[in-house]
């Protein structure tokens, strides 16, 4: 199981899908359709920056890992500040 996992992690899919989900989010906010600090837009970011994150180091690419994990973390960031905005 963690095997196929990592088989399918190492994959082009995985690349293509995070791309795809990073690139929905930025044109869905250039044509406002979404805007950059609500929660879809912010979860497509997170979910296809980690995907590339996680490709990234299992391939070495370090650079671009750095990249995607500092993507990740400043969506994951923004969805926290939005949580925490609706629990007050």
Request: glycine share 6%; aromatic share 14%.
């Amino acid at each position: 199981m963690i095997d196929a996992l990592l088989d399918f992690a190492h994959g082009e899919l995985v690349a293509y899908l995070g791309m795809i989900l990073i690139l929905s989010a930025f044109f869905m906010e250039t044509q406002d359709i979404m805007h950059s600090k609500a929660a879809p837009y912010l979860g497509l970011m997170a979910l296809g920056s980690g995907l590339l994150a996680i490709r990234a180091y299992l391939i070495d690419e370090w650079a671009f890992f750095i990249l995607e994990v500092a993507w990740f973390a400043a969506a994951v960031l923004g969805l926290w500040s939005l949580w925490s905005s609706l629990s007050r």
